[in-house]
């Protein structure tokens, strides 16, 4: 005898909400939202094979399954993101040298250290010197979105320079580099941004997105964008941040 037929209201909504975590579970800082709707269309999911306890269950599995894997992703997109961001600023390599240089306090030396991760991390005259990579801003300016509700996005054009003997991802500046603006009621944290296609179907941007998101040589320069979609027309308040994550400066970019 057959299994009476599949209730799939909840397993269709658990579908679409882990096919879109799929979508976003690869992208850093996004995939945040990523993990929490995959978390969402598990819960869903589950509650709709406890609901199908005696009836067929497709609907529900996929559900489930497209969830789960969405967020497995989730972890190992933000896992491998932040071993990359170690390998880049050289933080666990600044921690030791840091140890071992304040267990042997009594011992002057006068020879300067040639290692740039040991530098200190400073933002001034809009240069962001972060040890391993320094980052000159050479010009913002406000560019269409690539939303269609007519929002646009800031551009910071940067050179960005690599300090160490190895190969660096300057794209891991957005994790010590944050965007805020107000709105009526918060101060709400901006994403990276995307700007608007050109009539060719190109970014205007793409060659700077390309080299950000390219390994950079040792002791070379590129020009690179960084870029935030905005939420509104108020001011932006970008913060640089030290490997600890604790603010070392701010700029304020007008909007309007």
């Known amino acids: 005898m057959d299994k009476p037929q599949e209730n799939r209201v909840l397993g269709i909504i658990s579908i679409v909400l882990g096919v879109v975590a799929l979508v976003f579970s690869w992208m850093p800082f996004i995939n945040n939202m990523a993990a929490v709707i995959a978390i969402i269309g598990l819960i869903l ?4 094979l406890i609901i199908n306890r005696k009836h067929k269950k497709l609907m529900a599995w996929l559900g489930v399954i497209f969830s789960a894997v969405a967020f497995g992703i989730v972890l190992m997109t933000q896992s491998a993101f932040e071993k990359s961001f170690d390998d880049t600023f050289d933080t666990t390599s600044s921690s030791e040298n840091s140890s071992k240089k304040s267990e042997n306090t009594e011992k002057v030396s006068t020879k300067k250290s040639d290692d740039p991760s040991d530098r200190k991390w400073t933002f001034k005259n809009n240069v962001f010197d972060a040890g391993n990579m320094t980052y000159k801003i050479t010009k913002s300016e406000l560019m269409d979105s690539v939303a269609e509700d007519g929002s646009k996005t800031l551009v910071l054009h940067m050179d960005v320079t690599n300090n160490a003997k190895k190969n660096m991802d300057p794209s891991n500046v957005y994790m010590v580099l944050r965007a805020f603006q107000k709105n009526d009621t918060s101060r709400v944290e901006l994403d990276p941004g995307i700007v608007a296609l050109d009539e060719n179907g190109n970014s205007p941007i793409q060659s700077e997105e ?18 935030f ?17 604790k603010v070392i400066g701010t700029k304020t970019y007008k909007v309007q």
Not at 45 to 48: L, W
Not at 214 to 227: F, G, I, R, W, Y
């Open 45 to 48: 999911g589950v509650i709709a």
């Open 210 to 227: 390309d080299a950000l998101n390219n390994d950079l040589l040792p002791s070379k320069t590129a020009q690179v964008a960084v870029s």
């Open 229 to 245: 979609d905005l939420k509104n027309t108020n001011d932006v308040e970008v913060e640089f941040s030290n490997p600890n994550f």
